[in-house]
């Protein structure tokens, strides 16, 4: 499959359950569960490369680039563990879920400085100040539930989910900057490099070992495999054909605006979770999907403007 954006709509289906099995998989444990999700997503993208591509033996000192170690386990060991702490920190999921969906957000704007864009006039730059401002100020309401003068904030759920966004965010926008028979070797060396530092993170959550049941296993084979795994596959390949069929990543990006409201009504349902039935609450969610769809189209809302100005 060569299209960009059907790449984008599969991971969009599979990422819809991301956070609700997040938050099963930090009801139980910090690390433990995560190397073994981990586990199956190396396995599946290792099957990928040398199965499927049948390019491994081949790439795999060709394409190495020293970045990957740098920036490989932002994607997954960084990213997996601030919202495994930030879901404990909020003992919830949903304050998590906005948090996360910074990381579109940061994508586009880490996009942008690693390109080195110039020539920006100034609707665009209007229009992405406005996308960064609304996003953060969905962060700063839900902090404050919906109160300015208060100051009961919960700073280390929103610190480790803010963490995570910007992680993922700088992830996605260097793989977006990789050829194509780079990319597949630096989710092999994400996930393999994630699965070893979590696992000397496991090391001080042995004592679990004997709770897990195969009902956590299921958990977190699905994570693995199809969330981490198949869907990191389609996510990255959306972006590198983006870029190399000249399709604006925002373009492709923007699809992405729908996940917090999907995550959030399925984590509502599955975990009974009532904060969407809260005002504030709300508001923020709109304020994330409208920042988010302003980042990600901020070519199409500069050019709408620029014409209507011009008539």
């Not at 969330?227 to 990006?253: C, D, P």
Request: glycine letters at 8%; charged letters at 10%; proline letters at 2%.
């Amino acid at each position: 499959m060569n299209n960009p954006k059907m790449l984008a709509l599969i991971t969009i289906i599979l990422w819809s359950f991301g956070m609700y099995l997040g938050r099963l998989i930090a009801i139980k444990s910090q690390f433990v569960l995560l190397a073994l999700s981990f586990f199956f997503s190396f396995i599946t993208i290792l099957f990928y490369k040398t199965l499927v591509l049948k390019d491994f033996s081949r790439s795999a000192f060709k394409s190495f680039k020293w970045m990957f170690l740098w920036i490989g386990p932002l994607g997954y060991f960084v990213y997996s563990v601030s919202l495994n702490q930030s879901s404990r920190q909020f003992n919830g999921i949903s304050e998590t879920t906005i948090l996360n969906y910074t990381w579109p957000i940061f994508t586009i704007l880490f996009t942008h400085m690693l390109a080195h864009k110039e020539g920006r006039n100034f609707w665009y730059r209007l229009v992405e100040a406005l996308g960064v401002f609304f996003g953060f100020w969905a962060v700063v309401n839900m902090a404050v539930k919906g109160n300015y003068s208060g100051l009961d904030v919960n700073i280390p759920g929103i610190l480790w989910g803010l963490i995570g966004g910007m992680s993922y965010g700088l992830y996605s926008a260097y793989s977006g900057t990789l050829k194509s028979d780079e990319q597949s070797l630096f989710l092999v060396i994400s996930t393999f490099s994630s699965l070893i530092l979590v696992s000397l993170c496991a090391l001080s959550e042995l004592n679990i070992l004997n709770t897990i049941t195969l009902a956590d296993v299921g958990v977190v084979c699905i994570s693995g495999f199809l969330l981490n795994g198949v869907g990191y596959i389609t996510w990255t390949s959306a972006n590198r054909l983006a870029r190399e069929k000249q399709i604006n990543i925002s373009s492709v990006a923007s699809l992405m605006f729908v996940l917090p409201v999907i995550s959030l009504l399925i984590s509502s349902v599955l975990l009974n979770e009532k904060l969407l039935l809260q005002p504030y609450f709300l508001i923020s969610l709109g304020l994330i999907v409208v920042s988010s769809f302003l980042c990600q189209k901020t070519d199409w809302f500069s050019e709408k403007i620029r014409g209507f100005l011009t008539h």
